[in-house]
């Protein structure tokens, strides 16, 4: 496995944990009215992101909370193409990932300077295999029980539920493979909370380790997560500590890449974490 992974012009150094800092690009995060996104806000959290350590933002324009209404091509591409292309353009070198399951959004995103495909859907959409091929930069391939967010947490169900996520993430790889998308530029997520128990979110953090088997960098987006509130039994605002401590437990097992919310204390448990680890 490459320590320094190539996303776009930008290089990814993943000798130490890095943290993935959150941008929803979603109307009812930024808006005036529910119409459009402001390019404005965006740039100011991600800054504040960047300056908290940062490596990368994931610009997120669909909602893929259970639930949430489907996203056309052309309502996704209105709110996140201006801000990654103003992130890419004024914030460099922060990589900035495109959080989308739809092809024309990932070409187009790549296009104004994105450096990472985050796809939730593994690349499983119509035309997604080829446009990520083609783009030529890393995809995080996660996964998710079924395809659609709007009924993931209906009933799921696995045998055994490190194997099965194991199992559907290497045939994602050799999908990937066969499309063009080179080994080196893949990564993989075991999607906590899409369509998982508790008891499987917390199945999956234990045995963490085991994905390493796959030959990849991991990354873990545990942040403020519905498994924290069923455990603790606090509100997602309240969900800092759990996340923490997920965060610390998933770099002790190797993942490479941390999602959140919350960068700055994410980027000291992490170096924390670091600190403790190399010293000699
Ligand atoms: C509602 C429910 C709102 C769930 C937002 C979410 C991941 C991701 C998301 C993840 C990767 C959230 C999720 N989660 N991409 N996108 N891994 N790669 O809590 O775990 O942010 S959206």
Redesign the pocket.
């Known amino acids: 496995m490459s320590q320094v992974l190539q996303c776009a012009d930008r290089p990814l150094d993943l000798r130490c944990p890095q943290v993935m800092g959150?941008l929803n690009v979603t109307p009812d995060s930024f808006s005036d009215g529910g119409l459009f996104v402001s390019v404005d806000a965006a740039l100011m959290q991600t800054r504040r992101m960047v300056a908290q350590g940062a490596a990368i933002i994931d610009v997120?324009g669909e909602?893929?909370?259970?639930g949430a209404t489907a996203v056309s091509v052309q309502e996704e591409l209105d709110r996140v193409a201006p801000v990654v292309e103003a992130i890419a353009r004024e914030l460099p070198p922060v990589i900035v990932s495109v959080?989308t399951s739809k092809a024309a959004v990932m070409t187009e995103a790549v296009a104004l300077g994105a450096g990472l495909i985050?796809d939730?859907r593994a690349l499983r959409e119509p035309g997604a295999l080829q446009a990520a091929s083609d783009a030529g930069v890393p995809v995080?391939l996660?996964h998710m029980a079924g395809d659609d967010p709007r009924s993931m947490q209906e009933d799921p169900h696995y045998v055994d539920v490190v194997d099965d996520i194991t199992l559907f993430l290497r045939g994602r790889i050799r999908a990937c493979e066969a499309a063009g998308i080179p080994a080196s530029r893949l990564l993989l997520?075991p999607?906590?909370?899409f369509g998982k128990r508790v008891t499987h979110n917390l199945l999956i953090m234990q045995r963490l380790r085991e994905f390493l088997a796959l030959g990849k960098p991991l990354?873990i987006?545990v942040?403020?997560?519905s498994m924290i509130g069923a455990v603790l039994d606090r509100a997602a605002h309240e969900r800092l500590p759990g996340s923490l401590a997920l965060a610390t437990m998933a770099c002790q097992q190797g993942a490479q890449i941390i999602?959140a919310h919350d960068v700055a204390a994410t980027v000291d448990a992490v170096k924390m974490w670091h600190a403790v680890r190399t010293v000699s």
């Open positions: 959150i997120g909602s893929t909370r259970p959080d985050n939730v995080c996660m997520d999607g906590f909370g990354l987006g942040s403020r997560k999602r």
